[in-house]
C-alpha cells in the first residue's frame, strides 16, 4: 500500500515582508531600475526597489 507518492505540483517558497529577493551589483542604476521594474510587474506581490545609502568600497 503506497508505494510511492503523488507528483510533484510545483515549488513554494515563504517570502516574509522585509525580505531581499534580487540583489544586482556591477551595472549602472538606471539598468538595475529598469530590470527590477519588470520583474517587480509579474511578481504576485507588491515590491518596491531599495537602495544602498553608501557603498561598500
Same mark, same amino acid.
Given at each position: 500500500m503506497g508505494k510511492g507518492k503523488a507528483e #510533484?505540483?510545483?515549488w513554494v517558497a515563504?517570502?516574509?515582508p522585509g525580505m531581499v529577493l534580487f540583489? #544586482?551589483?556591477g551595472v549602472p542604476e538606471d539598468v538595475a531600475k529598469l530590470a527590477?521594474?519588470?520583474v517587480a510587474?509579474?511578481?504576485p506581490v507588491k515590491c518596491r526597489l531599495v537602495a544602498r545609502r553608501h557603498s561598500l568600497a
Open positions: #510533484i505540483e510545483g515563504r517570502v516574509k540583489e #544586482i551589483g527590477l521594474s519588470r510587474h509579474k511578481m
